[in-house]
């Protein structure tokens, strides 16, 4: 951890150097998250969300990497029901594990091409929540709130492929990007979701705690500006 932290300071100290400065980017992904190891025991389904990422700099013929931060959203436990009222289908989010991220991203690849391998690290922390409402038996309704924060670092591979755009000269190009990660995630404490039980206005529920290690695949949009 403690190297990691350096090497981030060291390309904070690089971007200040106005000699290797590049031209920045941007991605913006669909994400599917698949719950690993402990995780997955108490929280098996399957997360979907997505994610941007900003690129202060990218590679380029002066520095091969690219370095920038990114926000992340991805639930745990969607379900589709049945609107009693209207027979409509609805998607509730009600006892699903919610995850908000924002981590730092530094990608290694080529400069140049129309198709484009890359390599990157990632380094943040999330935001773990979720909440459930019960509707009483007086119509009125209780709410149930749980939330806790873990710290994220993991490795990816991906590829760009250009999709509009010259693949020499960057400006305005956009690239379909195709991403595969596995991020490690430390100990957090989240809702069980079959532990949850409304036994008249009393909520009676547990708590897992266990590391948050997921693999994620994304599929999105790179654009160079």
Same mark, same amino acid.
């Given at each position: 951890?403690?190297?990691?932290?350096?090497?981030?300071?060291?390309?904070?100290?690089?971007?200040?150097?106005?000699?290797?400065?590049?031209?920045?980017?941007?991605?913006?992904?669909?994400?599917?998250?698949? =719950?690993?190891?402990?995780?997955?025991? *108490?929280? @098996?389904?399957?997360?979907? @969300?997505?994610?941007?990422?900003?690129?202060?700099?990218?590679?380029?013929?002066? /520095? =091969?990497?690219?370095?920038?931060?990114?926000?992340?959203?991805?639930?745990?436990?969607?379900?589709?029901?049945?609107?009693?009222?209207?027979?409509?289908?609805?998607?509730?989010?009600?006892?699903?594990?919610? /995850?908000?991220?924002?981590?730092? /991203?530094?990608? /290694?690849?080529?400069?140049?091409?129309?198709?484009?391998?890359?390599?990157?690290?990632?380094?943040?922390?999330?935001?773990?929540?979720?909440?459930?409402?019960?509707?009483?038996?007086?119509?009125?309704?209780?709410?149930?709130?749980?939330?806790?924060?873990?710290? &994220?670092?993991?490795?990816?591979? @991906?590829?760009?492929?250009?999709?509009?755009?010259?693949?020499?000269? &960057? %400006?305005?190009?956009?690239?379909?990007?195709?991403?595969?990660?596995?991020?490690?995630?430390?100990?957090?404490?989240?809702?069980?979701?079959?532990?949850?039980?409304?036994? @008249?206005?009393?909520?009676?529920? %547990?708590?897992?705690?266990?590391?948050?290690?997921?693999?994620?695949?994304?599929?999105? *949009?790179? *654009?160079? *500006?």
């Amino acid at each position: 951890m403690k190297r990691f932290a350096f090497l981030i300071l060291l390309l904070l100290l690089t971007i200040l150097q106005d000699d290797i400065f590049s031209q920045p980017s941007a991605s913006i992904n669909f994400t599917t998250a698949f =719950p690993m190891n402990e995780f997955s025991e *108490f929280n @098996g389904d399957v997360g979907y @969300g997505g994610n941007l990422e900003l690129y202060f700099f990218s590679p380029s013929d002066k /520095v =091969p990497y690219g370095f920038g931060f990114e926000l992340g959203y991805v639930s745990y436990g969607l379900h589709f029901l049945i609107d009693p009222y209207s027979n409509e289908l609805l998607l509730s989010a009600n006892k699903a594990n919610n /995850v908000t991220s924002a981590r730092l /991203v530094f990608q /290694v690849a080529p400069h140049t091409g129309s198709i484009r391998p890359y390599f990157e690290t990632i380094f943040g922390g999330s935001y773990i929540f979720s909440f459930t409402e019960f509707e009483l038996y007086d119509y009125s309704t209780m709410s149930l709130w749980i939330d806790d924060w873990t710290w &994220n670092y993991g490795a990816g591979i @991906g590829m760009k492929f250009l999709s509009a755009g010259d693949p020499i000269f &960057n %400006s305005g190009s956009i690239y379909v990007d195709l991403k595969v990660r596995y991020m490690f995630g430390t100990s957090a404490a989240y809702l069980d979701r079959e532990s949850v039980t409304l036994y @008249g206005d009393f909520v009676e529920y %547990s708590l897992a705690e266990t590391r948050t290690d997921v693999i994620t695949a994304s599929i999105g *949009f790179y *654009f160079f *500006f």
